[in-house]
């Protein structure tokens, strides 16, 4: 069991070496692997289920620092290139990879009490709330 101080000290300074701790011998929690588990099911099912060229234009970090026209005409031109295999590929890996590093600092003793929050344009930039793991 933990003690407090040690729960204390937990930071994002801590994070790195506290997640390579975890190979060094840990028990993990049951119900956060099996929801683990359940969202990269989900994750996987959903990127298989739901491509379409169709897609709405989302405010992304990856959109920073590009020009506004150039983010105008991705929202609005209705030519919309169709994504090769291996960047879908891409993409689904890295919501893999953001799920296990999130539940690999949560079995370290991370709490992630500000998840990532999609934004869409309609959003105008409020957060909506996205499930995880805790």
Not at 104 to 120: D, F, K, V
Request: hydrophobic residues 35%.
């Amino acid at each position: 069991m933990q003690t407090r101080s040690k729960v204390l000290s937990k930071s994002i300074d801590t994070l790195v070496e506290d997640i390579y701790g975890l190979f060094r011998g840990h028990t993990v929690d049951p119900e956060r692997s099996r929801l683990f588990g359940e969202a990269i099911a989900n994750t996987i099912a959903n990127r298989l289920a739901s491509y379409s060229t169709d897609r709405e234009f989302t405010l992304r970090v990856s959109n920073l620092g590009k020009p506004d026209r150039q983010l105008w005409y991705e929202a609005n031109d209705p030519a919309k290139e169709e994504l090769a295999g291996h960047t879908l590929i891409k993409f689904l890996f890295g919501d893999i990879l953001e799920h296990l590093l999130l539940f690999l600092a949560a079995e370290a003793g991370h709490e992630n009490s500000q998840r990532a929050a999609p934004y869409s344009q309609t959003d105008r930039l409020v957060p909506r709330c996205r499930r995880g793991i805790s």
